[in-house]
């Protein structure tokens, strides 16, 4: 079971995609000054050293958990490849709607239209969002790998 290279991918993509959760996507300045730093709980209002919640985003938090949560549970159907596949296709769609939340939506629709987002304020992502990126990359290479299986036993099969 955890010999497969798909097993092996999909530990990576769950492990990455609670890491995500923990580190900061990016920050709001205006000029040098860091006034906000937001990361998939919440958003932070920073002065001095110290920071403040403005507004909790624990649901992006929540796309990621329950796409390492798929992660996982797919390593265990590792018996039937197609349901192996489906689960898959269903975690690659909260994936891309986590990423989408994250890097999109409130970058550019919600913290700019917020009342606290002053003129001049630009949006900066930390370098290792793009650590997001890898659980996606590695649940499409899990899925083909998944499907290369699959047409081996049917090729058997076929033999037989």
């Known amino acids: 079971m955890?010999?497969?290279?798909?097993?092996?991918?999909?530990?990576?993509?769950?492990?990455?995609?609670?890491?995500?959760?923990?580190?900061?996507?990016?920050?709001?300045?205006l000029g040098d000054e860091i006034?906000?730093?937001?990361n998939s709980f919440t958003l932070d209002q920073v002065w001095e050293g110290t920071s403040q919640a403005v507004m909790h985003t624990t649901y992006i938090a929540v796309l990621w958990f329950v796409s390492a949560?798929?992660?996982?549970v797919t390593i265990f159907f590792y018996k039937n490849r197609q349901t192996q596949i489906r689960l898959?296709?269903?975690?690659?769609?909260?994936?891309?709607a986590a990423l989408v939340v994250m890097l999109y939506i409130y970058p550019n629709l919600v913290f700019e239209k917020a009342d606290w987002f002053e003129n001049g304020?630009?949006?900066?992502?930390n370098y290792w969002t793009l650590l997001s990126l890898i659980p996606a990359v590695?649940?499409?290479?899990?899925?083909?790998?998944?499907?290369?299986?699959e047409k081996r036993v049917r090729?058997?099969?076929r033999l037989r």
């Open 35 to 38: 006034h906000y730093q937001f």
């Open 69 to 72: 949560i798929l992660s996982l």
């Open 155 to 157: 090729a058997a099969d």
């Open 2 to 29: 955890i010999q497969r290279i798909q097993s092996l991918l999909l530990l990576i993509a769950a492990a990455l995609a609670v890491t995500v959760n923990f580190i900061n996507v990016g920050t709001i300045t």
């Open 121 to 125: 304020m630009m949006v900066n992502f």
């Open 138 to 149: 590695s649940l499409f290479f899990a899925n083909r790998a998944i499907k290369k299986d």
């Open 88 to 96: 898959n296709g269903i975690n690659m769609l909260v994936m891309l």
